[in-house]
């Protein structure tokens, strides 16, 4: 009988988190002063992340160790299996073998307790009182209530407006873990009021959310910032997946031909095929793929340019696929995946063909997702369901070929706190939508000079 899962044991954990940075195949441009127009200096940031964070953005070095009391917390649900997706090659007919991580067996859901939890622990060591931060569907906001729950730290979460209402267990799942979740634009900031002065109906967005919590950290002497996605130490956080999945396809006597993940900001993506980018530079074939939607292509129709993080402007410049910092998405259901720019390495990465991007519309993700769900049995998160169905495509194509692929992919979550958007879908009122062009040159033309 061949095995479905493939599984480590704790203390397989991985004891050091892989940085891609002295692997990259071209120089990772600086983030700059939006002021000056000058690389910013790394201490100017000390006003909201921890020295220890802020080190592991601008590291070089090719590992960085996993303190022990963040181990210590890991543990409570990794390392996470490596799923064979027997019972899907056999739905689809496929000779290609597919594999995926689960990440959606953290408490939170998915992937995103592997970060919260070292911020949490880093912002507690350097005597931080209380984190702020942005969620969108509210799968950051649950994990960094989680991680400060148990470092004993206060969490406030500016949670997209669309989000809040579409999604309210999400917030009580937050209050669960003790942590405060208010919908965003507020009145609670002064990014927050002025948004609302000029449009009282916003729907909110990941960039002004991230103003209000940039804000309530800079404001507030016992508050640091904390995010989610993008930024290189979340980055390198995210990587125990790739690297617990190398051991994995070791046990199963594997190795991928295609590494598959969805993309918002690029962690969870970067996470999985991160520790595979050395192997692909000395010759191994692989190709590694990022998904997007089509409601929000930021690197299948963005610049690759400097850009603000936030809406107004009040983080350092970063060089990255973008769509401009203006932009406001559709209420489409993949929240996660709706940020205007993506992670500078995953950015540079796909500029440099290292990776590749695709989008795909919204239906075809769900019809993909309903499949997996009737296949393997897991329900997907929306964002999930991206990659999902960039995998079934590739599988097909297998099939078509008649080629014995190995096919390998991140379930970056559950859609536990997604049966209004797979009701919707199942009953038929959800529809497709791509950004239009001019909407795209609009946010794109605002971009500031650097
Ligand atoms: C947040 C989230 C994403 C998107 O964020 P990345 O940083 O691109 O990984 C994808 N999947 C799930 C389940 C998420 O919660």
């Known amino acids: 009988m061949s095995d479905y899962k493939y599984l480590l044991l704790e203390r397989d954990l991985p004891k050091s988190w892989y940085n891609v940075i002295p692997d990259l195949p071209a120089p990772l441009a600086p983030p700059l002063n939006p002021a000056t127009g000058q690389p910013a200096d790394p201490a100017s940031l000390e006003a909201i992340f921890p020295h220890a964070l802020i080190e592991q953005e601008v590291s070089g070095a090719p590992s960085v160790p996993i303190p022990e009391p963040v181990l210590d917390v890991l543990r409570l649900w990794r390392p996470t299996p490596l799923h064979r997706a027997y019972r899907l090659e056999k739905a689809l007919g496929t000779p290609a073998k597919i594999f995926y991580k689960n990440e959606g067996v953290s408490p939170a859901g998915s992937h995103k307790p592997n970060t919260s939890v070292p911020q949490a622990y880093y912002n507690r060591q350097a005597g931080m009182k209380r984190l702020a931060?942005?969620?969108?569907?509210?799968?950051?906001?649950?994990?960094?209530?989680?991680?400060?729950?148990?470092?004993?730290?206060?969490?406030?979460?500016?949670?997209?407006?669309?989000?809040?209402?579409?999604?309210?267990h999400r917030r009580?799942?937050?209050?669960?873990?003790?942590?405060?979740?208010?919908?965003?634009?507020?009145?609670?900031?002064?990014?927050?009021?002025?948004?609302?002065?000029?449009?009282?109906?916003?729907?909110?967005?990941?960039?002004?959310?991230?103003?209000?919590?940039?804000?309530?950290?800079?404001?507030?002497?016992?508050?640091?910032?904390?995010?989610?996605?993008?930024?290189?130490?979340?980055?390198?956080?995210?990587?125990?997946?790739?690297?617990?999945?190398?051991?994995?396809?070791?046990?199963?006597?594997?190795?991928?031909?295609?590494?598959?993940?969805?993309?918002?900001?690029?962690?969870?993506?970067?996470?999985?095929?991160?520790?595979?980018?050395?192997?692909?530079?000395?010759?191994?074939?692989?190709?590694?793929?990022?998904?997007?939607?089509?409601?929000?292509?930021?690197?299948?129709?963005?610049?690759y340019a400097y850009d603000f993080g936030d809406k107004s402007g009040m983080t350092p410049l970063l060089k990255m696929d973008t769509l401009g910092h203006d932009f406001i998405p559709a209420g489409i259901h993949a929240g996660g995946l709706r940020y205007h720019g993506m992670a500078p390495l995953v950015s540079l990465l796909?500029?440099?063909?290292?990776?590749?991007?695709?989008?795909?519309?919204?239906?075809?993700?769900?019809?993909?997702?309903?499949?997996?769900?009737?296949?393997?049995?897991?329900?997907?998160?929306?964002?999930?369901?991206?990659?999902?169905?960039?995998?079934?495509?590739?599988?097909?194509?297998?099939?078509?070929?008649?080629?014995?692929?190995?096919?390998?992919?991140?379930?970056?979550?559950?859609?536990?706190?997604?049966?209004?958007?797979?009701?919707?879908?199942?009953?038929g009122e959800l529809t497709d939508y791509e950004y239009p062009q001019e909407k795209i040159k609009e946010a794109l033309a605002h971009l500031p000079k650097a």
Not at 154 to 162: A, L, N, S
Not at 229 to 245: D, F, K, M, R, Y
Not at 359 to 386: D, K, M, N, W
């Open 133 to 168: 931060t942005e969620t969108g569907a509210g799968q950051w906001g649950s994990a960094l209530a989680l991680a400060c729950q148990i470092f004993g730290m206060e969490c406030m979460v500016y949670m997209v407006k669309c989000s809040y209402f579409q999604k309210p």
């Open 350 to 427: 796909h500029r440099e063909g290292v990776i590749e991007a695709i989008s795909y519309p919204q239906l075809e993700c769900f019809e993909a997702a309903i499949t997996f769900a009737r296949a393997e049995g897991i329900i997907v998160a929306p964002e999930t369901s991206h990659a999902v169905a960039c995998v079934l495509d590739e599988a097909r194509k297998a099939k078509e070929e008649g080629k014995e692929k190995t096919i390998l992919f991140n379930l970056s979550g559950h859609g536990h706190f997604d049966m209004a958007a797979y009701e919707k879908y199942l009953a």
């Open 172 to 303: 009580t799942m937050m209050e669960c873990w003790g942590a405060k979740c208010i919908p965003s634009p507020s009145d609670q900031t002064q990014a927050g009021r002025k948004v609302l002065a000029d449009d009282p109906e916003c729907p909110g967005s990941l960039g002004i959310a991230i103003s209000e919590a940039v804000e309530d950290a800079a404001t507030h002497k016992d508050t640091n910032y904390s995010l989610g996605s993008v930024l290189n130490h979340v980055l390198l956080h995210q990587t125990v997946i790739g690297q617990e999945a190398l051991a994995q396809l070791k046990l199963a006597d594997a190795f991928p031909d295609i590494v598959v993940g969805c993309c918002g900001g690029g962690s969870n993506f970067a996470g999985l095929a991160f520790p595979f980018v050395p192997l692909k530079a000395s010759g191994k074939k692989i190709r590694l793929i990022a998904v997007e939607p089509t409601a929000c292509p930021t690197m299948t129709k963005g610049l």
